[in-house]
């Protein structure tokens, strides 16, 4: 492709600003669309792969009625302020079948030195937790002093490593790994913190939890233990609980998840469909309007090839300008968006590796790119076979 033919290509596209500014904005958007949708279904694989690593209880007991019921605390943040018994936790860890149990402490708070909004405090005890600690370990190793929280991923702290709580002060030991859920604009703090903090509410008139009563228990089963008689144990001595078996926990964010990809490339596909048709349409009509153009240009020498070429081109033109802005506009919104997204779907989100996001990036600029030269590869063919003296009688 020579020099001329670049300059014929470059002076059409901008010969005809609304037919290559219009192809350029659908390309844009079937771009952003297929990259959004990519991002957005591995990110919500990622998110689901995290969770079920992070996720090490085989049940978990909550107060019946609570949000946990259907999205508990420890996959999507959703805190209830609701309570168990305070007896409830050893009555669990002597049921024939139960390995280990723990409790977690679920409340909230607006009033926080980091945030402008609620930021959700997660208790546990260090010496019995089989869940969050190892998790934590990820990124601290040390023990858990009184006084010292670790923050989630988006919690930010100044240069002086404190958060404040009801006018307390606590350091911020660790930030934990990203989540890609609302547990990272969480606080996470051993029980002897949480007593703290309980007691530095109450100074200020806020009661959110009754001392020693839990909010959840988490418990591993022995192997080949029986769940449902394990449940029925439970449902006999305590009211208002509610039972949850491991493989119950993520049904409900799997299928949410799923809901959302199934939306998310059906509008991409419906966007790449409209690109493709909208770019064979307007060459098909810029082909029949520019006949005796290309018929002068086979007068003055220019072979088939080269008219196919000139016609491959514009599209090729207008199909790269718009995927590069439309997989720019969609990176940016994603990562713009991100935390948005979390609180708006409650679905787990964390953004895939650098060579993932990278790969997705080339792939949503090249599929559109040769989808829409494609579309225009028919038209290029016909104005290629042009018959020279048909077209010049039409046009006199």
């Known amino acids: 492709m020579n020099q001329i033919i670049l300059r014929i290509i470059y002076t059409n596209f901008w ?3 609304f037919r ?29 792969e995290q969770l079920s690593s992070r996720m090490g209880a085989d049940l978990l007991i909550v107060p019946y009625g609570s949000e946990a019921k259907d999205q508990p605390v420890l996959l999507q943040g959703e805190l209830s302020h609701r309570t168990l018994p305070r007896e409830i936790l050893e009555f669990t860890r ?3 079948g139960i390995k280990i149990a723990t409790s977690q402490f679920y409340f909230s708070t607006l009033g926080s030195s980091c945030c402008d909004k609620k930021v959700n405090i997660i208790g546990f005890d260090s010496k019995t937790d089989f869940t969050i600690k190892p998790w934590i370990r990820k990124t601290y190793k040390k023990d858990f002093p009184i006084g010292s929280v670790i923050a989630g991923s988006d919690i930010q702290v ?17 930030h934990l790994e990203r989540m890609g859920n609302k547990l990272d604009q969480a606080i996470f703090a051993d029980v002897g913190t949480i007593e703290i903090l309980q007691k530095a509410a109450k100074e200020k008139g806020l009661n ?10 988490l418990a591993n089963l022995e192997k080949g233990a029986d769940f449902e008689k394990i449940s029925q144990t439970l449902h006999e001595k305590f009211d208002n609980i509610h039972v949850i078996p491991r493989k119950n926990l993520f049904d409900s964010v799997i299928a949410t998840a799923g809901s ?18 909208a770019v064979s349409i307007a060459f098909s009509i810029s082909a029949n309007e520019r006949k005796r153009e290309f018929a002068t240009l086979r007068v003055i020498g220019f072979t088939q090839k080269r008219l196919e070429h000139i016609v491959l081109g514009e599209s090729l033109l207008a199909t790269i300008i718009g995927t590069v802005v439309g997989a720019f506009i969609s990176v940016f919104a994603t990562l713009s968006f991100r935390v948005f997204i979390i609180d708006s779907l409650s679905v787990p989100f964390l953004l895939p590796s650098a060579l ?12 559109p790119t040769l989808t829409g030269t494609g579309a225009a590869y028919r038209i290029a063919k016909q104005v290629g076979r042009l018959d020279v003296y048909s077209a010049l009688k039409e046009e006199t």
Request: charged fraction near 15%; charge should be negative; hydrophobic fraction near 60%.
């Open 260 to 277: 959302f990809k199934i939306i998310v490339w059906v509008i991409a596909v419906f966007f790449l469909i409209v690109a493709i048709a």
């Open 94 to 96: 002597k049921t024939p």
């Open 208 to 217: 959110f939890i009754s001392e020693g009563e839990p909010s959840a228990i």
């Open 15 to 17: 010969r005809h600003p």
């Open 20 to 48: 290559s500014i219009g192809l350029v904005i659908l390309t844009a958007v079937a771009s952003a669309t297929l990259l959004s949708s990519a991002l957005f279904s591995e990110s919500l694989d990622a998110g689901l």
């Open 158 to 174: 100044d240069e002086s490593g404190k958060i404040k709580f009801f006018d307390q002060e606590f350091t911020v030991v660790a």
């Open 356 to 367: 993932t996001i990278f790969a997705i990036i080339i792939a949503a600029i090249i599929i």
